[in-house]
């Protein structure tokens, strides 16, 4: 199957998934979340692919969801339906990554910010750039994080580091990432992608039902209510997209300035 915002490439039994929206750093839309969807569903689930390696193309692993492109409105009040988006398209990406038996490996080249992060911080293993940050900037347009990073972020990085996150929506760099646990290794920016493949291919190589197996098991441990504190997330998500702080966020980030925040 063509795709227009992901590119899909298999090589033996390497599937590579490249976020292809360069122009807004891999920004989410619903056609890129519905082209996404069937990649992790479809192809990746594909037993010829034993091991996924995720990137982004241009300057960029994802800046999270396109503000500008919007959201569908509900059919209650017309206001954005962020209750829609993540459990049809966003979230079923994030645990269909999870479900995957097979290991997902991401190579994180850039910007990874608010769904683009918490896709990171889905896969199994994670490989930085240098240059490469992350961050929960879901307060800084008025909202929460979603996308699985109440649950992978606190069980990667402890309480006092996953409030710091949530609450101050911080850029951590990728030494940092590394330092807390967010990810798994840091390459010099030239290095990264050799390093990416070369680790995919070597578990595309190795014992896939072991790989499998050990999956489960730490998804059992690590993350016994995976859906519902996704669906949580999807609940405090929609109420939030119905304050003004919201409507204020995302206005002050078209706008280019700070926002002025009132608590409602």
């Known amino acids: 199957m063509s795709y227009q915002h992901v590119i899909w490439e298999r090589d033996g039994g390497v599937g590579r998934i490249t976020l292809n929206r360069p122009d807004s750093l891999n920004a989410w839309t619903h056609d890129f979340g519905r082209e996404l969807k069937q990649v992790i569903e479809s192809d990746a689930v594909d037993t010829a692919v034993r091991a996924v390696l995720v990137t982004g193309s241009g300057r960029g692993f994802s800046s999270g969801a396109d503000l500008k492109s919007g959201f569908d409105p509900a059919p209650d009040d017309g206001m954005p339906d962020l209750r829609k988006a993540l459990h049809e398209l966003y ?4 645990a269909g990554v999870r479900r995957l038996e097979k290991p997902v490996v991401a190579a994180v080249n850039g910007p990874a910010v608010g769904i683009g992060a918490s896709l990171a911080f889905a896969c199994d293993l994670v490989l930085a750039a240098e240059s490469a940050f992350f961050g ?3 307060v800084n347009i008025g909202l929460m ?3 699985g990073s109440t649950l992978f972020v606190p069980a990667a990085v402890g309480k006092a580091r996953a409030f710091q996150m949530a609450l101050l929506g911080e850029r951590i760099d990728s030494r940092r990432a590394l330092e807390w646990g967010l990810v798994n290794y840091v390459h ?3 290095r990264l992608m050799s390093e990416a493949e070369a680790l995919t291919a070597r578990l595309a190589a190795g014992p896939t039902r072991s790989y499998a197996s050990s999956k489960l098991a730490l998804n059992r441990m690590l993350y016994p209510d995976l859906d519902g504190q996704l669906d949580l997330e999807a609940e405090l998500q929609h109420a939030l997209a ?3 702080d919201f409507q204020e966020g995302v ?3 078209v706008e ?3 926002p002025a925040f ?3």
Do not use: M, N, V
């Open 242 to 244: 119905r304050t003004s």
């Open 188 to 190: 010099p920016d030239d």
């Open 256 to 258: 280019k300035r700070e």
């Open 145 to 147: 994080p979603d996308g």
């Open 251 to 253: 206005l002050a980030f």
């Open 91 to 94: 979230h079923p990406i994030i």
């Open 136 to 138: 929960l900037a879901f």
């Open 262 to 264: 009132q608590g409602a």
